[in-house]
């Protein structure tokens, strides 16, 4: 532990597993107390398992496992208010916020003319609007402190470059990017830096799972994680089929760190050279 985050605190969303509990548990590695959220529901427009509340308090174990403080709360970020409340105890509690993490991320594959409206709107709710309501809420603690900040969104390889089938998806981290550019700029008066990562596919349930799967292995009946290996390596500049949550999670670290104190405004491809084919 070299403490690139000591005496420091983070919010983290969608912290229950995946991306989001990588980036607590290396935030945590590196000195900070933790806040963290995730909904801990399926949702009827989303077709593979959400996080679980044993999910969350996974995560709290692993965090308090390193010596760190962590609030965890059951919160939806389609609401407002419930981020509210769940950054209020845990500011109140932890005394202070320097760093959020804004990592939100749902897909429903299906070309783009057959999206029902609910599955549009609740992508987009959850992954663009999500990642804003967030640091909504985060700004004022940030600026109110006094002593700057940084916050990360977790965009994606699909927030800079076209992909079929995921045309809700697509937008919202196109629009991700599109929001931190502003906030970079809103917010570099307070010493406050914002930031994107833009991750390839990454080994997570969200990327995971049976719909996946039939997306990108169309010929076969029912296709399997090794079926879909070789079909996403053959996207990649790198002969690997994808990223490991921990590799997004050391980025996350660096832009979050002082060590990128002068760096704000940027998408940082974690993308194993997929923008580059």
């Not at 605190?9 to 806040?35: K, N």
């Not at 406050?192 to 969200?206: A, E, G, S």
């Not at 995971?208 to 994680?225: A, S």
Request: overall charge negative; proline content about 5%.
């Amino acid at each position: 532990m070299t403490g690139r985050m000591a005496g420091k605190v983070a919010f983290v969303t969608g912290a229950a597993r995946g991306q989001g509990r990588s980036h607590a548990v290396r935030l945590a590695e590196e000195g900070a107390d933790i806040i963290a959220i995730d909904l801990c529901e399926d949702l009827p427009e989303v077709p593979y398992p959400l996080a679980t509340k044993a999910d969350l308090d996974e995560t709290v174990r692993q965090v308090e496992a390193l010596g760190r403080r962590i609030v965890a709360r059951v919160a939806d970020v389609r609401d407002s208010a419930s981020i509210d409340a769940a950054l209020r105890e845990g500011v109140d509690e932890l005394g202070r916020l320097d760093a959020v993490c804004a990592n939100v991320g749902i897909n429903n594959p299906a070309p783009a003319h057959e999206i029902t409206e609910e599955q549009w709107h609740t992508v987009i709710d959850i992954d663009l609007g999500g990642t804003w309501r967030t640091v909504k809420a985060a700004i004022p603690y940030l600026v109110g402190q006094g002593t700057g900040g940084s916050m990360v969104l977790t965009s994606s390889a699909a927030g800079l470059k076209g992909y079929a089938n995921i045309a809700h998806y697509t937008a919202a981290k196109h629009g991700i990017n599109g929001l931190m550019k502003t906030l970079a700029q809103e917010l570099a008066e307070h010493h406050i830096r914002v930031n994107t990562v833009n991750p390839t596919q990454v080994d997570t349930p969200m990327i995971m799972n049976d719909p996946m799967y039939r997306l990108f292995c169309p010929d076969i009946e029912n296709p399997t994680r090794e079926d879909f290996a070789p079909i996403s390596q053959s996207m990649n500049a790198l002969p690997i089929p994808w990223v490991e949550s921990r590799d997004v999670s050391n980025s996350v670290l660096f832009l979050l760190s002082d060590e990128s104190r002068y760096i704000t405004g940027v998408a940082l491809p974690v993308d194993a050279g997929v923008l580059i084919k």
